[in-house]
C-alpha cells in the first residue's frame, strides 16, 4: 500500500511540476545515478555499476531530445552532452570511476545553474505579471 500511496505521490509531482522543476528532477536523478554507479564500480559490482551508468545516459538522452534548439546555448549543450555520454560508456567499458567523478561535478555545476536561472525567471515573471496587474488597475480606475 505504501509502494502504492508513494508511485502516486511521484506521478502527482511529475505531473503539476513546471518545465523548470522537471529539469531539476532529471539532475537530481542524473546526480544519484553517477553517484550509485561510482560506488557500485568502487565495490567492484559491475553489474549494478552498469545499470547505473545507462540510466545517467538515459537521462542525458533526455535533455537532448528535449532541448529548445532555438536557444543560442543549445549547441554548447549539446556538445557537453555528448561528451557526457562519451565519458559514461568510457567509465563503463573500464570500470573507472574518474569519468563518471567529471560528469557528477559538471552535472552538479549545471543543475545549480538551472536552479539560479529558474529562480530569476520566476523573479523576472513575478514582476512582470504585477505591472500588468497594475496596467489593468489603473486603466479600470
Known sequence: MQLQQRNKY????VQ???PGQLLIMLY???IRFC???IEAIREQRYSDANTSLLRVQDIVSEFVI??????PISENLLHLYEYFNMRLIEANMKKDVEPVEEVLSHLIDLKETWIQ???????LAAQTSGNTFKQTQ????
Open 16 to 18: 503539476t511540476a513546471t
Open 35 to 37: 553517484r550509485q554507479g
Open 10 to 13: 511521484l506521478q502527482n509531482t
Open 117 to 123: 536561472a529558474a529562480k530569476q525567471y520566476n523573479q
Open 138 to 141: 489603473s486603466t479600470v480606475i
Open 28 to 30: 537530481d536523478g542524473a
Open 66 to 71: 528535449t532541448i529548445d534548439r532555438s536557444n
